[in-house]
């Protein structure tokens, strides 16, 4: 499906106040918000020309069929990153959150130990975990400046001390890696070997920038294949977050069994408008390509206006989604520097201490807007010095 001439960039801020989502409600009207991940971008037009036919039909029923989501998401992996995906082994859920927890269920017990690397997104780091009664064993990233990659040696520690389940954030949020090949089938073949089995959080996947390519973890090998599930959504990567519908896909039938028992309400918990406009959104490859440009264009912009306004705080461009992660230790903001930039700058940012692994001095910006307001974000934080 596509659309002639697709542009994509952030709209104006009088229209974009006129949002109702907890990124722009969710804060006093003086307050440029820039925390939540969401885009600041219209929503492809096949899918609201879809979504605008099934209101107007008032096809607004109980979660039917996902056949036409299965194969669209199917040909979308298979185009974008060479997976075959069997739509036999598809299942959708509410949100990424829900199908990695409900997932879970059908893997640990309370006070199992669930392995995580911060820092990390922190709904996966804290509030999963706690739903499922389990602990978090953290094995942090290794940091290099400003670039984060996965502690293998830590990883087989892990394992070795009783990790059931590995959560696996890739791409990474917040630090904007994207795990290569090799060490996704070096956990693979780890994972089989004690036992662990490993759900990867793929939600950003298709964000991921031409320098540094995406492999799906179930694309890696047989071992990965056979020790892992993967959730995912088109809602980071195509605005499409509140309507409320995800996937988790299998590859292996000792995996599919555990999806099979799933409660059959993780289905209908989903939403039937969800379901089609992700269906549509993974036919609206256009769309994300031109909104992909944009993303390039500010993610390179960030780098460009920090070292030009904010020298000392430190940024690597990252390899994928529109989050860049900002170390403004050498300021000086307090205990809380996103706390600090909300009362003196009046701009929102997420705070890096949620994130764990020792980021108290960092920040997340979203990047996704236009030009424009990320250059008004970037001044208000200059004027909180």
């Given amino acids: ?43 492809a037009t096949p899918i609201t020309d879809a979504l605008m036919t099934m209101l107007k039909n008032s096809d607004t029923g109980y ?15 298979s185009d974008r990153w060479g997976w075959k995906v069997d739509p036999e082994q598809f299942y959708i859920c509410t949100d990424v959150g829900v199908g990695m927890v409900e997932i879970s269920r059908q893997i640990v017990n309370p006070g199992d130990l669930i392995m995580i690397h911060t820092p990390l997104y922190f709904n996966m780091k804290t509030n999963w975990i706690a739903e499922l009664k389990c602990e978090a064993l953290d094995v942090p990233l290794i940091k ?60 950003h996947a298709p964000l991921t920038f031409a320098d540094h390519p ?17 959730v995912t959504s088109a809602s980071k990567s195509w605005n499409l977050a509140g309507l409320k519908c995800a996937q988790i896909v299998t590859a292996h039938p000792r995996m599919k069994a555990l999806a099979d028992a799933m409660p059959m309400a993780v289905k209908f918990r989903a939403s039937l408008l969800g379901a089609k406009a992700s269906a549509v959104a993974y036919q609206c490859t256009d769309w994300l390509d031109a909104a992909m440009l944009t993303l390039d264009r500010n993610r390179k912009a960030v780098a460009i206006q920090l070292a030009a306004k904010l020298p000392e705080a430190g940024y690597r461009i990252p390899d994928c ?65």
Wanted: hydrophobic share 45%.
């Fill in 144 to 203: 290099d400046g400003l670039h984060y990659t996965l502690d293998l040696a830590g990883i087989e520690a892990g394992y070795k001390a009783g990790v059931k389940l590995h959560y696996l954030c890739n791409p990474h949020n917040p630090v904007g890696t994207v795990f290569t090949r090799d060490e996704l089938a070096a956990i693979a073949e780890l994972a089989k070997k004690y036992g662990v089995i490993v759900a990867s959080d793929e939600i």
């Fill in 214 to 230: 995406f492999v799906p973890f179930l694309a890696v090998s047989d071992a990965a294949r056979e020790v892992g599930v993967c």
């Fill in 321 to 385: 989604s529109y989050l860049a992660w900002i170390d403004l230790a050498a300021y000086n903001l307090g205990e809380n520097p996103s706390a600090t930039l909300l009362e003196r700058g009046k701009v929102a940012v997420s705070a890096g201490g949620v994130f764990g692994g020792n980021s108290e001095q960092f920040i997340r910006l979203n990047f996704a807007t236009s030009l424009e307001i990320l250059t008004e974000g970037i001044d208000r934080i200059v004027a909180s010095l």
């Fill in 63 to 77: 979660m039917g069929t996902s056949k036409e989501l299965a194969h669209n998401f199917a040909q979308f992996s």
């Fill in 1 to 43: 499906m596509t659309q002639s001439h697709v542009e994509v960039d952030g709209v104006s801020l009088e229209k974009l106040r006129k949002r109702t989502s907890e990124k722009w409600s969710g804060f006093a009207p003086d307050v440029l918000p820039m925390p939540v991940a969401e885009m600041d971008f219209e929503v």
